[in-house]
């Protein structure tokens, strides 16, 4: 039986965005484009098009996806913070109708937004700017929790010119300081004319609306570098927009917070290439200069087989699944241990320790609202195990 997704490794990697730019030779910039006022806000008023501050002023009709798109601003957004997106008029509906644009505390009872005492900015040689722990930081720590200050519909209808005058539009129109937080991220071309789409092709996380995958920038978060054994994670909260890093292993003061911007898990030649297209860096991480990472991972992709393996020859134990979670220590891989945790927790209570499958359920349980977050269907396997008492549980001495 397979038991667990091995693949669902994380959901939400940073996104890359193919962008044309003069070092493609490309020669379709224009300046300006024509910018259509929207049929559905003809009059104007400000109460037809709440909670945008604006009226949304669309394109036409785009064939390849048979809807126009508009830019919709709130320059109220989060006490002021301010948000732009570039979407359709059914999916900017649907971003309205969140928690995040309808309920006045839905954010702030979160503290999201709030300026943490947790890091600084600094910069980092050969990465530009990095984020540094300004105190020890524990397990479970919450480094930061921001909300977009751009979201993007994701077509490929538009030229790069058109398209770069419609976001930098929508970037335009929000508030002074988030705007200027925008424009001063890092970017990948360093071409003027392109310049908001290069920001977005370095600072982008994928966000999904109405299943529709959308481009997001959170300008504060994007300060932080990858590291292929990060240590710490991230977790998107569509419902109210807001993105979360957490800390996946104890930080010193002065150390570097990272997250992964590709799956840790993958070997080493597809993450340096997904790095290199994506961000234009070369990896530089002990990971990706260590020949050995490579067999590691070889190593746990087989630890797992054997774990998931539930037949009479199986070889799993449960020592094989401290191995396993030893492995994953060695790479620094302590935000993406849910799988092995799990695996733990089944393979100890396979040979009937009700107390080390609880502790390991529970691990697993902590790790997927970590990495996935609280709509993970993972978290569900954990949650049925240890709810209904694991001795009940189907693995429930299953290897004695
Ligand atoms: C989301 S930004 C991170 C913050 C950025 N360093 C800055 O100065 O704003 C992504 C860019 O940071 C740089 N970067 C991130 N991680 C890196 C790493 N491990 N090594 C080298 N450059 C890195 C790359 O230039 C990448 O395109």
């Not at 929508?170 to 071309?189: D, R, T």
């Not at 996380?205 to 994670?233: D, K, M, W, Y």
């Not at 009700?354 to 609202?369: G, H, S």
């Given at each position: 039986t397979e038991i667990l997704d091995?693949?669902?490794?994380?959901?939400?990697?940073?996104?890359?965005?193919?962008?044309?730019?003069?070092?493609?030779?490309?020669?379709?910039?224009?300046?300006?484009?024509?910018?259509?006022?929207?049929?559905?806000?003809?009059?104007?008023?400000?109460?037809?098009?709440?909670?945008?501050?604006?009226?949304?002023?669309?394109?036409?009709?785009?064939?390849?996806i048979n809807d126009k798109l508009c830019i919709y601003t709130s320059t109220?957004?989060?006490?002021g913070r301010g948000i732009s997106l570039f979407t359709t008029p059914a999916l900017a509906?649907?971003?309205?109708?969140?928690?995040?644009?309808?309920?006045?505390?839905?954010?702030?009872?979160?503290?999201?937004?709030?300026?943490?005492?947790?890091?600084?900015?600094?910069?980092?040689?050969?990465?530009?700017?990095?984020m540094l722990a300004s105190k020890p930081l524990r397990f479970g720590d919450r480094v930061m929790a921001h909300t977009p200050a751009f979201i993007a519909y994701l077509e490929s209808e538009l030229s790069t010119a058109?398209?770069?005058?419609?976001?930098?539009?929508?970037?335009?129109?929000?508030?002074?300081?988030?705007?200027?937080?925008?424009?001063?991220?890092?970017?990948?071309?360093?071409?003027?004319?392109?310049?908001?789409?290069d920001i977005?092709?370095?600072?982008?996380?994928?966000?999904?609306?109405?299943?529709?995958?959308?481009?997001?920038?959170?300008?504060?978060?994007?300060?932080?570098?990858?590291?292929?054994?990060?240590?710490?994670?991230?977790?998107i909260d569509t419902e109210i927009l807001t993105h979360y890093i957490h800390v996946t292993r104890p930080i010193a003061q002065g150390e570097e917070i990272t997250i992964s911007y590709t799956s840790p898990l993958?070997?080493?030649?597809?993450?340096?290439?997904?790095?290199?297209?994506?961000?234009?860096?070369?990896?530089?991480?002990p990971r990706c200069t260590s020949p050995s990472s490579s067999q590691t991972l070889d190593q746990i992709e087989s630890f797992q087989n054997h774990?998931?393996?539930?037949?009479?020859?199986?070889?799993?134990?449960?020592?094989?699944a401290e191995n396993l979670l030893h492995l994953h220590r060695t790479e620094g891989l302590e935000g993406f241990m849910d799988i092995s945790y799990g695996f733990a927790a089944l393979?100890?209570?396979?040979?009937?320790?009700?107390?080390?499958?609880?502790?390991?359920?529970?691990?697993?349980?902590?790790?997927?609202?970590m990495k996935d977050g609280a709509w993970a269907d993972n978290l569900r396997i954990w949650e049925e195990m240890l709810g209904e008492g694991v001795e009940g549980h189907w693995s429930w001495r299953r290897r004695v």
């Open positions: 091995r693949q669902c490794w994380h959901e939400y990697p940073f996104r890359t965005i193919e962008l044309r730019s003069s070092l493609d030779g490309t020669q379709d910039y224009a300046t300006s484009i024509q910018i259509f006022a929207s049929h559905d806000v003809k009059d104007n008023k400000e109460k037809e098009h709440t909670p945008w501050t604006h009226p949304p002023i669309c394109t036409e009709k785009l064939p390849s109220t957004f989060s006490s509906a649907q971003f309205a109708a969140l928690p995040a644009f309808q309920d006045p505390s839905a954010l702030s009872s979160q503290s999201v937004n709030t300026q943490k005492n947790t890091y600084s900015i600094s910069p980092i040689p050969g990465k530009g700017l990095g058109e398209r770069e005058a419609w976001w930098r539009q929508a970037v335009e129109a929000l508030p002074e300081e988030i705007k200027e937080k925008f424009l001063g991220l890092s970017f990948v071309y360093g071409d003027e004319r392109v310049r908001v789409q977005v092709k370095a600072n982008t996380f994928a966000v999904e609306i109405g299943g529709v995958s959308h481009l997001a920038v959170f300008p504060e978060t994007s300060r932080v570098n990858h590291a292929c054994g990060p240590n710490a994670q991230y977790i993958y070997p080493t030649e597809i993450r340096n290439k997904h790095l290199e297209q994506g961000f234009h860096f070369t990896c530089t991480c774990l998931n393996d539930w037949s009479d020859t199986s070889p799993a134990s449960p020592q094989m393979a100890y209570n396979a040979v009937g320790d009700a107390e080390a499958a609880k502790q390991y359920a529970e691990k697993a349980r902590e790790a997927v609202l």
